[in-house]
């Protein structure tokens, strides 16, 4: 071919191949340009649209990987109009819609962690003045952000669960105790080993009355961090307390059969009490009234009534 095309060509894929885009921009150009301007009246009439579909073809591929979608989508559709059949140039159209949504969803992201740790910021200067009300509302409008974004997005994951700290913090100062725990728990699902998350579902624990469950949370935290003086300290008040607990006689045998026949009756909520060790030696089980089953159960813990 005159004008050196097919080397053009050659030294074009060359380029592609060793990731050079731009220079391989640059020698698809140059040889299209000769194309057009050497090869007025060629030899085999079919040659021409063939190898023009392949350079097109090819500066579309480099475009590409430029992300020059627009550019690279032209080239593309002019290469298939030289060649409807041309297979890269139909992979290079669909890589380009791909291409174009990914960016949008980067920018989209990139635009939601902004937002998210904005709130973040603001919360925690509202937070540190005394505003929870305030900071508990920004700590809300920040995880909205970061809603919905894969499991495997460590980032958009980091942002959510400082947000669900921070806020499980606001409600401790706040006295909404459920509504901390709930926070520190879903932290703690998806990071088990964060100390303050764990150290503030155990203050919320304290507060629910739960003190078993407290106790063990502030234990694996001293091993963890024994010169820790709030943890050291509120696992001293938990065992107090546990230790100031009115104790009921023990229960002989006889008495706790006498109680399977009595009928007694819950609501689904209600919060029972156990005052000490119970259930029955020889492996049956209580059963309280409608509710058909009773669990075993130690001093210091609550049953929830479900049905």
Do not use: M
Not at 51 to 58: T, V, Y
């Amino acid at each position: 071919l005159p004008g050196g095309v097919l080397a053009l060509q050659a030294e074009a894929e060359l380029a592609s191949r060793d990731s050079f885009f731009q220079e391989a921009q640059s020698l698809y150009s140059e040889a299209l340009e000769r194309l057009e301007t050497s090869f007025k009246a060629p030899r085999r009439p079919e040659d021409s649209p063939l190898l023009r579909a392949a350079l097109l073809s090819g500066r579309a591929k480099a475009k590409l990987r430029l992300r020059k979608w627009d550019e690279a989508l032209l080239d593309a559709n002019l290469a298939l109009a030289e060649d409807a059949s041309h297979i890269e140039a139909n992979t290079i159209v669909e890589e380009v819609r791909k291409g174009r949504v990914i960016d949008q969803q980067q920018r989209e992201r990139g635009e939601a962690l902004k937002n998210a740790l904005h709130f973040k910021t603001l919360g925690n200067k509202q937070l540190s003045e005394g505003g929870v009300g305030s900071a508990i509302q920004s700590y809300s409008s920040g995880l909205e952000w970061v809603e919905g974004f894969p499991d495997d997005d460590e980032s958009a994951l980091d942002v959510r669960l400082a947000l669900l700290g921070n806020r499980s913090q606001a409600y401790l100062k706040r006295k909404e105790w459920p509504l901390a725990l709930a926070d520190a728990q879903q932290v703690l699902q998806e990071r088990p080993t964060n100390v303050k998350a764990q150290f503030r579902r155990a203050k919320a624990l304290i507060e629910l009355n739960r003190l078993l469950e407290a106790k063990a949370d502030l234990q694996h935290l001293s091993e963890k961090e024994p010169a820790n003086v709030d943890i050291v300290d509120s696992l001293r008040q938990v065992e107090e307390k546990l230790a100031g607990r009115p104790q009921q006689a023990n229960a002989t045998q006889a008495q706790a059969q006498e109680h399977l026949g009595k009928a007694c009756v819950y609501r689904e909520g209600d919060r029972v009490e156990v005052r000490e060790d119970f259930g029955t030696q020889d492996g049956t089980d209580f059963h309280f009234g409608q509710l058909g089953v009773v669990v075993k159960a130690r001093a210091g813990e609550d049953l929830i009534v479900e049905f």
